[in-house]
Nanobody
Framework: VQLQASGGGMVQAGGSLRLSCAYSGDIFKINYMGWYRQAPGKERERLAT???????TYPDSVKGRFTISRDNAKNTVYLQMNALLPEDSAVYYC??????????WGQGTLVTVSS
């Protein structure tokens, strides 16, 4: 499975961004996909996951602000981020878990939120 994340950039606090993760390869083996982020000096943090059946989960820290979705026709998973805060600044990654299990990661995309 290959993953290509995009959509990062700089935004002011309170603004919105939508990240995209295009996937290819053995996509029918994907059990779930997710978005994570990692800020300098911090551990990687799970933000959202979506199963092959479309079930989504979020940690309380982003619930209500972030929304994960997928477009199967475009082989793309999105992360809509609203009401962004400076502490949301980080490198954002998408991943995919396939049966095995094996986990694949895309390259990160940088999000910078200015105050």
């Amino acid at each position: 499975v290959q993953l290509q994340a995009s959509g990062g950039g700089m935004v002011q606090a309170g603004g919105s961004l939508r990240l995209s993760c295009a996937y290819s390869g053995d996509i029918f083996k994907i059990n779930y996909m997710g978005w994570y982020r990692q800020a300098p000096g911090k551990e990687r943090e799970r933000l959202a996951t979506i199963t092959a059946g479309g079930i989504t989960t979020y940690p309380d820290s982003v619930k209500g602000r972030f929304t994960i979705s997928r477009d199967n026709a475009k082989n793309t998973v999105y992360l809509q981020m609203n009401a962004l805060l400076p502490e949301d600044s980080a490198v954002y990654y998408c991943n995919a878990e396939v049966s095995g299990p094996y986990v694949y990661w895309g390259q990160g995309t940088l999000v910078t939120v200015s105050s």
